[in-house]
């Protein structure tokens, strides 16, 4: 009697163990704010800049935030030569689906071809614009004039008319959201091939001459020319301090190691970034697979480089 007593006392602790166990775990996943983390990545910069992982953030805040700021937001890309048959359709396609979604956007598209500029179908609230620019003959110009062009730009109607911007390389496609958690005053990208580089190998321009030049023991990270942004006012100043190095550099008869991203990399570093945006913003595919790298944003095309290239 007493035994069978004894095990109905168990048999109740053990259930009110269970129940207990369950009510805990569902006070903490819904009960009180669910805090996300990466232990596995760094997250935070020497100077309080946030690095953004997936799981950092959530979307549906940064959303709700932005929409109340009843934002534009800019995003500039240039197709030259060839890179305009090659590039711009997939990257427009793919921005409609994944670029600021639910956000006004209006589309800033550099090309010497206006007409070739393939029509695709906006969403609500988006617009695109095609600026004419003239065709430089080496890509590597092409590539550094984007900087003067840029800067241009925001002095004119694509700077009264957004409030953030972002500048990026056509070769590449979105693959999932890239949304308002990548809105800051300046923003930078960690360039996928050297974010877990140690300082030595990162491949700055490191020429004393060049206005580029980063000394050793100087620089942070090694930031991806790929894809950068801010706010019109920041952009202005940094479009303008690399087209301004770009010009000084030209006429001394030098070309910094990575052109206009060599430059970008020595703003960065005189003037931090406000947020860092995490290799999974901007990835390429031909690294393979790495744990931390969770959800790509952006994938950068297989670099044919003899096709568009002259
Ligand atoms: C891994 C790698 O190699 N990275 C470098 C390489 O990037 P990329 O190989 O990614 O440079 P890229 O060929 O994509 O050129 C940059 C961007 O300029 C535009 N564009 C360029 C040339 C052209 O004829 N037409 C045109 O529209 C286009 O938007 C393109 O995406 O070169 C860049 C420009 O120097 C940077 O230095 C990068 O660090
Ligand atoms: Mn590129």
Redesign the pocket.
């Known amino acids: 009697m007493a035994l069978k007593e004894g095990l109905r006392t168990w048999k109740r602790i053990f259930w009110q163990l269970i129940l207990l166990g369950f009510g805990l775990s569902g006070l903490l996943l819904y009960g009180l704010p669910i805090v996300r983390a990466r232990p596995d990545v760094l997250t935070c910069t020497s100077w309080g800049a946030p690095i953004i992982w997936d799981g950092t953030f959530d979307p549906a805040v940064a959303q709700q935030e932005a929409l109340q700021q009843n934002l534009t937001i800019g995003l500039t890309?240039?197709?030259?030569?060839r890179?305009l048959e090659k590039y711009l359709a997939r990257f427009l396609e793919t921005a409609e689906q994944h670029f600021m979604v639910g956000q006004r956007v209006v589309y800033y598209v550099f090309t010497e071809l206006p007409a070739a500029v393939p029509r695709v179908a906006l969403g609500p609230g988006r617009g695109l614009r095609v600026e004419r620019v003239v065709r430089e003959r080496r890509?590597?110009d092409?590539?550094m004039q984007?900087m003067r062009t840029l800067h241009e730009a925001l002095h004119g109607r694509l700077g009264r008319e957004a409030h953030f911007v972002f500048c990026m390389?056509?070769?590449q496609h979105f693959r999932s959201s890239f949304g308002p958690e990548a809105l800051a005053e300046s923003v930078a990208q960690l360039h996928a091939w050297h974010y877990h580089r140690p300082r030595w190998l990162l491949p700055y321009e490191r020429d004393a001459r060049s206005a580029a030049a980063v000394a050793p023991g100087e620089g942070d990270f090694y930031y991806h020319?790929?894809v950068f942004g801010g706010s019109v006012a920041a952009l202005r100043g940094l479009t303008g301090h690399c087209a301004r190095a770009l010009q000084r550099d030209r006429e001394r008869g030098l070309e910094a190691r990575?052109?206009?991203?060599s430059h970008l990399n020595k703003f960065f570093w005189l003037h931090k970034p406000a947020k860092v945006l995490s290799p999974e913003f901007c990835w390429s595919p031909d690294i393979g697979w790495r744990a931390e790298i969770r959800r790509p944003r952006l994938l950068w095309a297989p670099?044919e480089y003899a096709l568009?290239?002259d």
């Open positions: 890309v240039f197709a030259v030569g890179y890509w590597q092409v590539s984007r390389d056509v070769d020319a790929a990575w052109h206009d991203e670099k568009v290239r």
